[in-house]
């Protein structure tokens, strides 16, 4: 006896991502960073916090300045930076927060990588990533907008369907930056005390 194959398309699983995301108050993960620019990687990890309307905490545990914390807050459009004894208000434009190609604070949490899925996705193959069931889905990008990358591959925690790993590509296939959410624990009951610094 034949069992019939269930299918899923790339648009139901981004439907569905998009509806974890929108019940998505708050986060806490570590986030792994690799960054690729002119032969070279940046790599970093953070502690992250997120929490609606779109405040972040980014601690760096590992990589270039270790020990900074940096925490943006979506009212005032600015971020809270500390590293040891100093305490500093900047734009999230200042080039000292952004990554080598450019990201800006606010473009390294999950409900902006959330975002940039539409029904262009694909759905590639599943597979397993830390311990997790996970949908591989391609997405195209406009690299206008995206620091040169042309497309992204998402692994989706098929449970939570939540993105847990991202990787964007230039139009030579070569990887620009890869984003990592490890130990990811959501809707704790973040407040806004868990972004002060």
């Known amino acids: 006896m034949l069992l019939p194959l269930i299918t899923v398309s790339g648009g139901e699983i981004v439907a569905k991502v998009k509806e974890a995301e929108g019940n998505l108050k708050d986060y806490t993960a570590r986030m792994e960073s690799k960054t690729y ?3 070279k990687m940046e790599y970093k990890l953070y502690v992250q916090k997120y929490m609606r309307p779109g405040f972040i905490y980014m601690k760096v545990v590992r990589g270039a300045n270790r020990g900074g914390v940096a925490v943006y807050h979506p009212e005032k459009k600015k971020v809270r930076v ?6 500093l208000w900047l734009s999230p ?3 000292r927060l952004r990554s080598p190609l450019g990201h800006r604070i606010y473009e390294s949490h999950i409900p902006w990588f959330v975002n940039r899925l539409d029904g262009r996705a694909k759905l590639l193959s599943e ?3 830390f311990g997790r ?7 195209p990008l406009s690299p206008s907008k995206n620091y040169g990358a042309v497309k992204a591959k998402y692994w989706i925690d098929a449970q939570r369907f939540l993105p847990l790993m991202i990787i964007d590509y230039d139009e030579n296939g070569r990887i620009v930056r890869a984003v990592k959410f490890m130990n990811l624990k959501v809707n704790v009951g973040l407040t806004e005390e868990d972004f002060k610094i």
């Open 37 to 39: 620019k002119d032969g």
């Open 82 to 87: 500390k590293k040891g004894p100093l305490r």
């Open 93 to 95: 434009n200042d080039r």
């Open 127 to 129: 597979g397993t990533l």
């Open 133 to 139: 069931k996970v949908y591989i889905l391609e997405q």
